[in-house]
């Protein structure tokens, strides 16, 4: 079991910047994914990056390519997702997720309870 805790959220103005992190407990990060979905009012729930924690390996949704990275840090057993040039459309609740197996943009087992991203125009 992984419980995954969420921090970093908040308000920013267009064009800022924010750090998210998500830290997990019960048991490291290896062998798993983690993805960080994002759910806006009104809309369905998307993925917005992932990486695996074992390689490295990332994705990102297009919207955000070159704006947002996601990386890990190994000895805090904690993800992070820097997001730059924030856009009014970056605005929603983001939510951090793992998952053991395969893929980085589906199938996700665990989640955390979701923070709040607003951006103000």
């Known amino acids: 079991q992984v419980q995954l805790v969420e921090s970093g959220g908040g308000l920013v103005q267009a064009g800022g910047s924010l750090r998210l992190s998500c830290a997990a407990s019960?048991?490291?990060?290896?062998?798993?994914?983690v993805g960080w979905f994002r759910q806006a009012p009104g809309k369905q729930r998307e993925v917005v990056a992932a990486?695996?924690?074992?390689?490295?390996?990332?994705y990102y949704k297009d919207s955000v390519k070159g704006r947002f990275t996601i990386s890990r840090e190994v000895a805090e057993n904690t993800v992070h997702l820097q997001m730059n040039n924030l856009k009014p459309e970056d605005a929603a609740v983001y939510y951090c997720?793992?998952?053991?197996?395969?893929?980085?943009?589906?199938?996700?087992?665990?989640w955390g309870q979701g923070i709040q991203v607003t951006v103000s125009s």
């Open positions: 019960g048991r490291t990060f290896g062998g798993y994914a």
């Open positions: 997720a793992a998952k053991y197996g395969m893929g980085l943009t589906s199938g996700y087992d665990y």
């Open positions: 990486i695996r924690w074992s390689t490295g390996s990332t």
